[in-house]
């Protein structure tokens, strides 16, 4: 694969990058099988992996760990925190004080002195960015972390980092991660715009829209598999928005079919195709999803296939919002905070 520089780190990076939500107990709990994968992934040329605290409660993170060991250099390694891993007091967010345990538990899960990314996996609106870009900082001036970003942030939020980054003299976040996929195309108006303005990487999560663009949502066919780690009702085929989105994917599927390529590779070579965006994550529980995605950055879309993807899903059009995933202001769970 080409490699890609990610935003301004100077970091080469895959343009497809090996997402890791799927090793451990939420896809895949053989150890064997997803090390395999790993292993697979890296001889195919793809360099980035990218994990989370989170993901199986650390299980993904020890995986990784044990499946790099003696090739470390060889792979950049991202990971994320904020969510909590239990419930309690401060095991959580953004605050300096969660940073310091979170960095500590990944690096020892990881096995690793260093990690090349770390990331903020959701917004916490709790606790000021001056605060969270300060801790963050010490990490990269300690030599634990190499570079910092932002996971699912609004272009707002955005925008107001780099800000805050500036005029405190903070190390700013070098990247943003978001869902982006061809039923997803909400991050083309605001987003996309905004990390290109301030020289952002962006990693893209989801191509796939959740296995609807895995080529088995057809009109006709019966219902596959769903994603066990998600909510059941993003697969409702009873709900007039998946029919719609029912509706999409078959059209992109006889798309697909009518170029000559898998729905598959269409959908990630869509996404990476945009000058903003740098890699996109593949999710893969087993070795054949891997083997499915590979070979996708060799596609060239023509640009007549980009305007007949258009006249299916428009540009800046995500066809059930609530798959942007944008965490809310908790002002917007209060009623009367809504009002003032």
Do not use: C
């Amino acid at each position: 694969m080409q490699l890609r520089t990610l935003g301004t780190t100077g970091i080469k990076v895959s343009p497809l990058a090996l997402g890791a939500m799927n090793f451990g107990a939420w896809g895949n709990p053989d150890h064997e099988d997803s090390t395999r994968i790993i292993h697979r992934a890296l001889e195919a040329g793809i360099n980035l992996i990218d994990t989370a605290d989170i993901y199986s409660f650390g299980e993904s993170e020890e995986i990784i760990g044990k499946a790099i060991a003696g090739r470390r250099d060889d792979v950049v390694l991202a990971t994320k925190f904020a969510n909590p891993l239990r419930q309690a007091p401060n095991q959580g967010g953004t605050s300096r004080r969660y940073i310091k345990q979170a960095v500590e538990d990944s690096l020892r899960r990881l096995g690793t002195d260093r990690i090349d990314l770390y990331q903020v996996h959701r917004p916490d609106y709790s606790t000021g960015l001056d605060d969270t870009l300060s801790a963050l900082s010490d990490l990269v001036r300690d030599g634990k972390v190499l570079a910092v970003g932002s996971s699912t942030f609004p272009a707002s939020l955005v925008v107001e980092a780099q800000w805050v980054a500036e005029k405190r003299g903070h190390h700013r976040f070098t990247t943003e991660q978001s869902p982006y996929s061809l039923l997803s195309r909400g991050i083309e108006t605001e987003l996309l715009p905004a990390t290109q303005q301030y020289g952002m990487g962006v990693l893209v999560w989801s191509p796939l829209a959740n296995g609807w663009l895995s080529g088995k949502y057809r009109k006709g066919v019966a219902k596959p598999e769903q994603n066990r780690a998600l909510d059941p009702s993003l697969y409702d085929l009873s709900t007039p928005i998946n029919q719609r989105k029912l509706e999409a994917a078959d059209a992109l599927g006889a798309l697909a079919d009518e170029v000559g390529v898998s729905l598959v590779h269409l959908a990630l070579a869509f996404v990476i195709r945009h000058p903003g965006v740098t890699s996109a994550l593949v999710g893969p529980r087993t070795m054949q999803h891997l083997e499915t995605q590979l070979g996708a950055a060799d596609y060239v879309i023509p640009d007549d296939v980009l305007d007949r993807i258009d006249e299916i899903v428009a540009p800046g059009t995500t066809i059930n919002t609530a798959e942007d995933y944008a965490a809310p202001h908790p002002r917007f769970a209060d009623k009367a905070q809504r009002r003032r």
